[in-house]
Nanobody, 123 residues
């Protein structure tokens, strides 16, 4: 499966962005789908994931209550709605797909990765 991420940009603190991850060559309903991010000089970090079945969803603690991961099967696309953005959310965001029997929280279990999309939150 090929993944194409987009939707990043520059936003002020408190603002919002919606990232999209469009899949081709496979259906997202057959994969656990995740979003990760990597800030300069830091390791790639789990942000959110949704199970192949559509539930449950998982979030990093700092994203709970602010970010929502949504899957639209008809569009074969996964979205990450990011609200109340903070400067510490600044990073390159990646979407990824993992086999359904794999865990969702570690980047090591994801087999397919999209290119990153840069999110910059200004203070």
């Amino acid at each position: 499966v090929q993944l194409q991420a987009c939707g990043g940009g520059l936003v002020q603190a408190g603002g919002y962005l919606r990232l999209s991850c469009a899949a081709s060559g496979g259906t997202i309903n057959r994969y656990n789908m995740g979003w990760f991010r990597q800030a300069p000089g830091k390791e790639r970090q789990f942000v959110a994931a949704i199970s192949w079945s559509g539930a449950p969803t998982d979030y990093i603690d700092s994203a709970k209550g602010r970010f929502i991961i949504v899957r639209i099967s008809a569009k074969n696309t996964v979205y990450l709605q990011m609200n109340s953005l903070k400067p510490e959310d600044t990073a390159v965001y990646y979407c990824a797909a993992a086999n359904p029997q794999s865990g969702k929280l570690s980047s090591h279990t994801y087999n397919y990765w999209g290119q990153g999309t840069l999110v910059t939150v200004s203070s």
